[in-house]
């Protein structure tokens, strides 16, 4: 089991940037991060939570949904339990509790840790909000 705990969130306005954190605590012996795939999701009121990246066991697989392209980037620190997500170019509709999520896998490809179905650990979240 893992346990995980999101920072950085916080107040910025539309066009700014955010980078959010994700420590990561490895509870079963004999696990590193690498065994594991990542993932960030977010939910807006009223809203189903949502996939936004996720990133493989070893990184070289990493995906994102089509609002974010362009904008997000995912990326893993497997020697330091941490995974991050910067957000540029943000908008209002990025306003959302941004979540961080792991599941033990080494699938070759991301897009299997884009189904929040299929997560079991989660983190508390971290609000996001981008002011116009």
């Known amino acids: 089991q893992v346990q995980l705990v999101e920072s950085g969130g916080g107040l910025v306005q539309a066009g700014g940037s955010l980078t959010l954190s994700c420590a990561v605590s490895?509870?079963?012996?004999?696990?590193?991060?690498?065994?594991?795939?990542l993932g960030w999701f977010r939910q807006a009121p009223g809203k189903e939570r949502e996939a936004v990246a996720a990133?493989?066991?070893?990184?070289?697989?990493?995906w994102y949904t089509d609002s974010v392209k362009g904008r997000f980037a995912i990326s893993r620190d497997n020697s330091k339990n941490t995974t991050a997500l910067q957000m540029n170019n943000l908008k209002v509709e990025d306003t959302a509790i941004y979540y961080c999520?792991?599941?033990?896998?080494?699938?070759?490809?991301?897009?299997?840790?884009?189904?929040?179905?299929?997560?079991?650990?989660w983190g508390p979240g971290t609000q996001v909000t981008v002011s116009s």
């Open positions: 990133i493989n066991w070893s990184g070289r697989s990493i």
């Open positions: 999520a792991a599941r033990q896998g080494r699938d070759y490809t991301a897009y299997a840790y884009t189904r929040r179905g299929d997560f079991e650990t």
């Open positions: 490895i509870r079963t012996l004999g696990r590193e991060l690498n065994d594991y795939g």
